[in-house]
């Protein structure tokens, strides 16, 4: 029976003794691919990128369980148990409820764009910053003399043309409109991309699980690779764990890599925005091509925006990899910096449009004298646990501002 018991105590400890070293490795791996220690749970925030983490925070959700299916918008988030962001409002945004009629009791801005715009038109559960609204109702006098409303009319991954499609559903209900974009769109520039500037994010097939047509096992896999992930980062003792990290990120890799099927359908949605050998293969014309699609969205909304007498207005969004010093903080955070050339071809691109007549403005060195640490991820700026962000501070008071000259809006006393 002694010897019994000593076996089983004897297998105990060398389990404990394999899951400390496992654990000691772990750390030591991480240590020298940081350069510093980093606390396990400040590893597993960066898993996913700011806005995707913030639709989940605390659960074992991942953000492809808050996805919605959109005839129009491709993808929006439901407010569904046990998953959904319960303050999603009428159209599966954030914010104020969608008016069919233009409200007379205030005067409506909406905000397109993608996620760093969505945190401008206050995309998180209240009662968290309304930045670009409360810039607006504290500094500015609206012209029709109203309180402002700003309808948040982005999401994250939203592209051209879901941005003209929301605006054009709803010019006949807002007053002014504002584009802030530029991050989701430069993906579309880079050389050997095969897609149309319309091409649908990934979240569309997550959103469509039959849009992924025969590949509708491997989304599923993914499916589950997530929600195991998700719930590893929350658990109280693996979510401290540097060993279940690395195991969280392999998984996510995996989930990942399994993007790369490709089908042997004639029709797919990949298909039906394929853009032509030729223009795949030649780096310029790719990004001529992609640039007269952009363009054209902006110069469509403009169209729509003077038909329906609403004021309107469009920004080119700061990027990391151009117009800061990066502290040593954001370098951790901010991934590959090599896109910045392309991107800011492209946004001078778009600036042409100011000969057109288009209300267009470069962001681009909002932060060339500051500091401070702004970025949290690739894309989006750093916030505390009550959402109080010093970058969507400063690029709402901005657009403000130049929203100001633009329209002659008065500031209050």
């Not at 993808?75 to 046990?82: Q, R, T, Y």
């Amino acid at each position: 029976m002694k010897k019994r018991f000593f076996t089983f105590i004897s297998i105990v400890v060398g389990f404990i003794i394999a899951l400390a070293m496992v654990e000691i490795m772990a750390i030591g791996w991480l240590y020298i691919e940081d350069g510093r220690h980093t606390p396990a749970a400040e590893l597993f925030e960066r898993t996913q990128n700011t806005y995707v983490r913030d639709m989940t925070r605390g659960t074992g959700c991942r953000f492809i369980d808050t996805l919605y299916p959109h005839p129009y918008w491709a993808f929006v988030h439901h407010a569904n148990p046990p998953c959904g962001i319960s303050w999603a409002n009428n159209v599966g945004l954030f914010g104020p409820d969608f008016p069919t009629a233009k409200p007379t009791d205030r005067y409506v801005l909406m905000i397109n764009g993608g996620s760093v715009a969505a945190y401008l038109g206050g995309n998180q559960k209240p009662p968290y910053p309304r930045y670009l609204e409360e810039e607006l109702n504290t500094h500015w006098i609206s012209p029709s003399g109203k309180p402002w409303m700003v309808l948040d009319a982005a999401a994250g991954a939203w592209k051209e043309p879901q941005s003209f499609i929301a605006f054009a559903m709803y010019a006949t209900a807002v007053d002014a409109i504002v584009n802030l974009s530029g991050y989701n769109e430069h993906y579309y520039f880079q050389p050997k991309m095969d897609q149309r500037l319309e091409g649908p994010a990934a979240n569309f097939l997550e959103a469509n699980p039959f849009a992924a047509d025969e590949n509708f096992g491997d989304a599923a896999i993914g499916w589950v690779m997530g929600r195991i992930a998700g719930a590893m980062s929350v658990n109280p003792v693996l979510g401290k764990s540097h060993a279940a990290y690395l195991l969280v990120r392999a998984i996510e890799a995996a989930a990942k890599g399994r993007d790369s099927f490709k089908s042997n359908k004639r029709t797919t949605i990949p298909s039906l925005f394929a853009l032509p050998k030729d223009v795949q293969d030649n780096p310029q014309r790719l990004f001529d091509v992609q640039l007269d699609l952009y363009q054209k969205y902006f110069r469509a909304t403009e169209a729509v925006a003077h038909d329906n007498g609403v004021k309107s207005a469009y920004f080119m969004q700061p990027i990391p990899a151009w117009g800061k010093t990066l502290t040593d903080e954001e370098r951790r955070v901010v991934g590959d910096l090599g896109y910045g050339e392309l991107y800011r071809r492209m946004v001078a691109g778009m600036m042409t449009l100011r000969q057109r007549g288009l209300p267009i403005y470069d962001l681009g060195d909002i932060f060339k004298n500051d500091t401070s640490t702004i970025y949290a991820d690739q894309i989006h700026y750093l916030a505390d646990a009550e959402g109080l962000s010093p970058g969507n501070r400063m690029v709402a008071a901005r657009i403000c501002e130049l929203l100001a000259q633009t329209w002659g809006l008065q500031r209050k006393p």
